[in-house]
């Protein structure tokens, strides 16, 4: 084995020029195939992540209307929520969670001489799981809260910057137009989100639905709710219980797609996925595009150092090596060459993508850095070696079956 890898050098450090320029296209590739590998990854992780910044598994019920038959929208009647729908929906084997809510735009809000007009969203204590909202600072909403129709209130980091600034929010008062809460929490910052179903969270502020429906809507109605699905796989599953447990309450049918309209992040994320997946598919198109040009660049090469060493071989034949011996040979020295080639692009790819990530910002909604996966490296360079295989079996096949009376009259 030391001979063969000793042999195999020597033939490689024989012909520099020649090898190098061969091993530029396999270089090229391979720096190719590891970035645009990293690419992809950081695109997926990018839009995963912003996707479940909403809530992981957020289904959004809103109301719509029936239609009596052969009357159109003559016929149209409302569907009108109640509490006792979300909590109907909360009980399904197939929902872990649902809340209603009720999203007030634009409200005055003040805090000491600092008045903006903020997002202010009724919630329950269950949307904190279900839209994802965790807490930097204090507490959320609690049942003791809706209960009491109590008048506190949870700030969003950029809501309690743009009212209080850096000074401390916990325990101070704010006016909502002229009520007066108290802030019982922060929430961690989401930054710029891609979705925002009901307004960027960073920005509003979250009231009890019970205090909201008392002071600002005045009614029990819910103009919408939101649920978590048990499982993601299993939100279209949770979608359908919740058309057939509410269907019979305002009398529609439960296939009726026009009495409620569902915004499912779930779908919004398969979408992603098959875009990614068309852009795979094209990496992958690239990548054996690339391993084609190499694989035949090593294989014309290996076939010219062949028939330039004709009389080498038939030396060694005629002094008593095996064609197996001189198989090997050959082989190794294309299967050196191409994983040689993988590993500099490899770790050209790796480099390029570590600069790149370092550059750009990591907390952005439309771009995101790329991840470098040691997996899609190590299977780059191990598909190189395998071409090195392919692109070497001819040209070793060729140098083993040479006769040793006709390469040693060979000029």
């Known amino acids: 084995m030391l001979d063969l890898l000793r042999d195999t050098w020597q033939s490689l450090r024989a012909h520099p020029l020649r090898f190098g320029l061969t091993s ?18 950081g695109v997926d992780a990018h839009y995963e992540r912003e996707m479940n910044e909403a809530g992981p ?58 008045t903006k007009v903020l997002n202010t969203i009724g919630l329950g204590p269950e949307s904190q799981a279900i839209r994802n909202l965790a807490l930097q600072e ?21 809501a309690k910057e743009r009212l ?5 929010a916990l325990g101070r008062a704010i006016q909502i137009e002229s009520l007066s809460f108290r802030v019982i929490g922060i929430t961690r910052a989401k930054r710029d989100q891609l979705i925002g179903i009901n307004g960027w969270d960073d920005w509003a502020v979250f009231i009890p639905y019970t205090t909201a429906q008392r002071w600002f809507v005045r009614s029990d109605a819910v103009d919408k709710f939101s649920f ?25 049918a439960p296939e009726s797609d026009t009495a409620l309209s569902f915004f499912n992040v779930q779908d919004l994320l398969r979408i992603v996925r098959t875009v990614l997946t068309g852009l795979r598919v094209f990496q992958i198109s690239a990548g054996l595009l690339t391993l084609l040009v190499g694989a035949v660049g090593v294989m014309n090469i290996m ?10 071989i038939g030396l060694r034949k005629a002094v008593g090596a095996p064609g197996r011996a001189i198989f090997v040979q050959f082989l190794a020295e294309a299967v050196a060459l191409c994983l040689l080639s993988g590993l500099l692009g490899s770790g050209l790819g790796s480099a390029l993508t570590q600069f790149v990530a370092s550059t750009l910002p990591p907390d952005t909604p439309v771009s995101s850095p790329p991840v470098l996966n040691p997996f899609l490296v190590v299977l780059i360079t191990g598909s ?21 009376s006709e390469a040693l009259r060979a000029p």
């Not at 978590?228 to 529609?252: K, Y």
């Open 138 to 158: 204090g507490r959320f909403l609690s049942p003791l809260d809706l209960a009491r129709r109590s008048r506190v209130a949870v700030l969003g980091p950029v």
């Open 228 to 252: 978590a699905p048990t499982t993601r796989e299993g939100s279209e599953d949770a979608i359908r219980h919740t058309r057939q447990v509410l269907a019979p309450h305002h009398h529609f």
């Open 303 to 312: 076939l010219v150092v062949v028939a330039e060493r004709r009389s080498e």
């Open 24 to 41: 530029l296209g396999i270089v090229w590739g391979s720096l190719l195939l590891t970035y645009l590998s990293a690419t992809m990854e």
């Open 57 to 114: 598994r957020l289904v959004v019920v809103t109301p719509g209307s029936t239609f009596k038959r052969r009357v159109g929208e003559r016929g149209a009647r409302p569907v009108e929520l109640e509490p006792k729908d979300v909590r109907r929906v909360a009980n399904l084997h197939s929902v872990e969670g649902a809340a209603p809510d009720l999203t007030l735009w634009s409200l005055l809000v003040r805090a000491g001489r600092h």
């Open 384 to 404: 190189l070696v395998g071409v090195g295989v392919v692109a070497g079996v001819v040209p070793a096949l060729r140098a083993s079956r040479v006769e040793p």
């Open 164 to 168: 209080f600034g850096r000074e401390p």
